[in-house]
């Protein structure tokens, strides 16, 4: 499995300028914990000020090319974002920022991973408030996925139980 800093730079080397700059600082912030939409925002100040150095081409209106600008390095930022969303390791910390940025963005690559890669990490109160929020934002057809991981990890969580009842000296007739 390649680590989050070789896909970070196969995936963002051509979109973002100045990513040789970027990526270090980029390992740092997911390093120090740093919020995804805090992640986010650096970026685009970095991506903005690139694009800012090049300076607007002659015979353009100066306000409008640096609007044009902020808009692209805003889209630019929020895709190497969900790019980093597809390859964050499930941890404890990912977990978090990922329950953070969905608090905030219907982020699809998030709910994504939530609702598979990180369903273990989830109490069952996160898991059914994810999965409700997700069917208020995206169609049946998408959601029928995460309702099929979420039903064979609740399965594996109850033959977990029961098999910890049984070597304790439990009931073995014992339901979940």
Same mark, same amino acid.
């Given at each position: 499995?390649?680590?989050?800093?070789?896909?970070?730079?196969?995936?963002?080397?051509?979109?973002?300028?100045?990513?040789?700059?970027?990526?270090?600082?980029?390992?740092?912030?997911?390093?120090?914990?740093?919020?995804?939409?805090?992640i986010?925002?650096?970026?685009?100040?970095?991506?903005?000020?690139?694009?800012?150095?090049?300076?607007s081409?002659?015979?353009?209106? +100066? @306000? $409008?090319w %640096? /609007?044009?600008?902020? *808009?692209?390095?805003?889209?630019?930022?929020?895709? !190497?974002?969900?790019?980093?969303?597809?390859?964050?390791?499930?941890?404890?910390?990912?977990?978090?920022?990922?329950?953070?940025?969905?608090?905030?963005?219907?982020?699809?690559?998030?709910?994504?991973?939530?609702?598979?890669?990180?369903?273990?990490?989830?109490? +069952? @109160? $996160?898991? %059914? /408030?994810?999965?409700? *929020?997700?069917?208020?934002?995206?169609?049946?057809? !998408?959601?029928?996925?995460?309702?099929?991981?979420?039903?064979?990890?609740?399965?594996?969580?109850?033959?977990r139980?029961?098999?910890?009842?049984?070597?304790?000296?439990?009931?073995?007739?014992?339901?979940?």
């Amino acid at each position: 499995m390649k680590t989050v800093n070789d896909l970070s730079r196969d995936i963002f080397r051509e979109e973002v300028p100045g990513w040789e700059a970027l990526e270090p600082q980029l390992r740092s912030w997911l390093e120090q914990g740093t919020s995804l939409k805090e992640i986010r925002h650096n970026i685009y100040i970095h991506i903005f000020e690139c694009f800012i150095e090049t300076g607007s081409p002659k015979g353009v209106d +100066e @306000e $409008e090319w %640096k /609007e044009e600008q902020s *808009r692209e390095a805003m889209n630019r930022a929020f895709n !190497v974002v969900e790019g980093l969303i597809e390859n964050l390791p499930a941890t404890e910390q990912n977990r978090q920022r990922l329950l953070d940025y969905i608090g905030e963005y219907a982020s699809f690559n998030a709910y994504d991973r939530l609702l598979s890669d990180f369903l273990p990490l989830l109490s +069952e @109160e $996160e898991i %059914k /408030e994810i999965l409700a *929020r997700a069917k208020a934002w995206f169609i049946p057809e !998408v959601t029928a996925e995460w309702e099929e991981n979420v039903k064979w990890e609740m399965e594996q969580r109850r033959k977990r139980h029961l098999k910890q009842n049984k070597q304790k000296g439990g009931n073995k007739n014992e339901s979940f």
